[in-house]
């Protein structure tokens, strides 16, 4: 049980950082060694137990550990959600504290810590952040080529793209190069083919090639929530609504307790609302919105959820916390403007247009 949980780890950590791995600790520990201690035990009732433990060798000081249980008929399964799960949020402790080693980023020469931090960036979904990110991740590429950072940068254009902060000729030229040169430098790296997969799909409509990197980057790793969450987005404009669901609530799963879980929340929730489950859909972007409060998309689909489903007060609500951090928003334009980013809901005739018109903001 160890070595799969190890191998599944693994894989997750390499499509990452380009570190050293060693199955067991050398007898002189170097400076800035982490250590992960995988133990198995039979838990109640014929479960698997997975003790992991992160460990900073040189101070002797444990960073994370947690403890997972699951049921198990035989061999272990390697494919359940929950040992994925812990496989991420220990591959997520590890990139975290590779991150703390080197708190002042000015000049860094470590081209992966820059890109660490970019990624923390563009998940703000902040403008001038994401304008930070990617000055990071160029200067992450100007030390080291990796297919990684241009897909991040091709993640990072699209959503510049969808929250209108540059215009669609902006950013496609410079989203075509990233997505071809993240594929052409590391094609089997899950995380590449999630965020090529992203951009295809949002930039290009091209669904049959978004769908199928997605496919491949699950394939590559089924331990990543992001390849999950590409797949997600690919099946749900495909119209294939069901297999979406439960493409992201599967990832959500695997998210939870992570850095990025009000991201799985928010993308399930677009999923539930499009399977007729508004308030499921209405408890996840709360979620979201609540785990990161800067973040705009889920204040968005409140607005909406909450003036489609007889919640008028509380729609008046989300649209005055959303006017405060976009100051340019209008119920208005969420209306009718068929470039707001609030589009999936407009486009599945989710879009109560006359009760948000109403609203008193």
Request: net charge negative; with cysteine.
């Amino acid at each position: 049980a160890q070595e799969l949980f190890v191998d599944t780890t693994v894989r997750s950590i390499g499509e990452t950082l380009p570190v050293v791995l060693l199955r067991t600790a050398p007898a002189t520990a170097p400076r800035g060694l982490l250590v992960v201690t995988v133990e198995a035990f039979h838990a109640a009732e014929g479960a698997l137990g997975l003790r992991v433990c992160l460990e900073a060798s040189e101070a002797h000081r444990i960073l994370w550990s947690e403890i997972q249980a699951t049921p198990v008929r035989g061999a272990p399964d390697v494919s359940d959600p929950r040992v994925l799960g812990l496989s991420n949020r220990l591959v997520d402790a590890i990139t975290q504290a590779v991150c703390e080693a080197a708190p002042q980023y000015a000049g860094d020469t470590d081209a992966s810590r820059l890109s660490l931090l970019a990624v923390e960036k563009i998940f703000s979904l902040q403008p001038s952040e994401l304008e930070a990110a990617e000055g990071l991740l160029l200067d992450a590429l100007a030390l080291e080529q990796r297919g990684l950072f241009h897909g991040w940068l091709a993640q990072l254009y699209l959503m510049q793209y969808v929250e209108r902060f540059r215009g669609w000729d902006e950013v496609v030229d410079k989203a075509e190069q990233a997505c071809a040169r993240a594929l052409e430098l590391e094609p089997l790296n899950s995380n590449v083919l999630a965020t090529v997969s992203n951009a295809r799909l949002v930039l290009w409509k091209d669904l049959a090639v978004s769908g199928e990197l997605a496919r491949m980057g699950v394939d590559a790793n089924p331990a990543n929530p992001l390849a999950r969450w590409s797949l997600a987005s690919a099946q749900l404009y495909y119209g294939r609504t069901e297999e979406a669901y439960s493409t992201a609530r599967r990832a959500m799963h695997m998210a939870a307790g992570s850095r990025y879980r009000f991201w799985s929340d928010f993308q399930t929730a677009l999923t539930a609302a499009v399977m007729g489950r508004p308030l499921e859909a209405v408890q996840l972007s709360e979620a979201a919105s609540a785990l990161r409060p800067g973040y705009r998309p889920p204040l968005r689909y409140l607005i909406a959820l909450y003036a489609g489903n007889g919640m008028a007060s509380k729609a008046a609500t989300a649209a005055t916390k959303l006017t405060k951090i976009e100051p340019d928003f209008t119920v208005e334009r969420m209306v009718a403007d068929p470039e707001d980013p609030i589009s999936l809901m407009r486009n599945t005739g989710l879009l109560a247009a006359d009760e948000l018109r109403e609203l008193s903001v």
